[in-house]
């Protein structure tokens, strides 16, 4: 059967409605159920059409915004790290990327509770992450201890900055391994030193031997292997607790205020300090964490 529309404009510049037409024969009764079916689909339509004026596509832009100004502080504390550490302010270089992991910290999970994760997101932290945990820890330890093995002899120097570039390349595979891996990986364990944790070991020595009047020269030849260190442990494939399923109820909120309590005790007495041990224990507990690992494979083998 034919079925004719007749366009009716209604008042105000609205839509207007569609009037079905059918031809019916003699003895025949209309189709009225064909004749709703239209009309719901004309106001589906016209519904759809004034959903976007509803004011939910600007707060959902703002969700996915929110996390993602987050990265770009973190981008800016990593960018300005490496201009102090170039103009021989390697304390202040140290202070702006542990602002950077604060920063880095607070993104992925404003992303998750206000549920804005997207690929463009993680793309984007790890560009963050390569300028505030790769290439601004290795300068900031360059220009303040590595660059002074020049002055022992030319290949001492190319010791010094094939340290920091080690500690650069590794973070940039890291970082790459990791995007190829976040949809099949184990979301409570890291494979590899995450870069934050790398950075901030290495800046806690910086501060903590520039606090305590220690030069850099007294400590290149200590520096230049364990910046080495930290960027192989970051491609290494050993596995480190990544806190994302920490058990935050397990003995209850009270338990958990004195831990806080207690760290900014700690970080008040001697901040470097207690950066720098927290930073190495991290280090370590990795290694004891896949020996265990293999020990209990062993065991069920």
Known sequence: MDIFKLKISGCGGSLGRMLII??????????????????????????????????KGPRRAAFYLLPNAFTTGALLAGFY??????????????????VAGILDGLD???ARMTNSQSDFGVQYDSLSDMVSFGMAPAMIVYTWSLQSLAEVSPM??????????????????????????????????????????????????????????????????????????????????????SFKSWPMNVRGPLTWGLIVVLIFTLLAL????????????????????????????????
Request: charge should be positive.
């Open 108 to 110: 992925g999970r404003v």
């Open 270 to 301: 001697d901040t470097p300090l207690f950066l720098m041990l927290l930073g190495w224990l991290y280090v370590f507990s990795g290694v004891v964490l896949t020996l265990k690992g293999r020990r209990r494979r062993e065991r069920r083998g």
């Open 156 to 241: 001492a120097g190319k010791i010094g900055w094939l340290a920091a570039f080690i500690y650069t390349a590794c973070s940039a595979l890291r970082l790459a391994r990791f995007n190829v891996q976040v949809a099949v990986a184990d979301k409570r364990y890291f494979q590899g030193l995450a870069s934050p944790a790398a950075a901030g070991t290495l800046v806690a020595m910086v501060w903590f031997c520039h606090d305590n009047g220690i030069s850099g020269e007294q400590v290149r030849w200590l520096m230049a292997p364990v910046t080495a260190v930290l960027g192989l442990l970051m491609f290494s494939r050993l596995r480190y607790f």
């Open 81 to 98: 790290a490496i201009i102090a550490a170039i103009g021989g302010q390697p304390m202040v270089a140290a202070v702006a990327v542990f």
């Open 22 to 55: 059918a031809p019916v024969s003699v003895g025949q009764t209309p189709n009225l159920e064909l004749m709703k079916d239209q009309q719901q689909d004309n106001q589906a339509e016209q519904d759809a059409a004034e959903q976007p004026d509803s004011g």
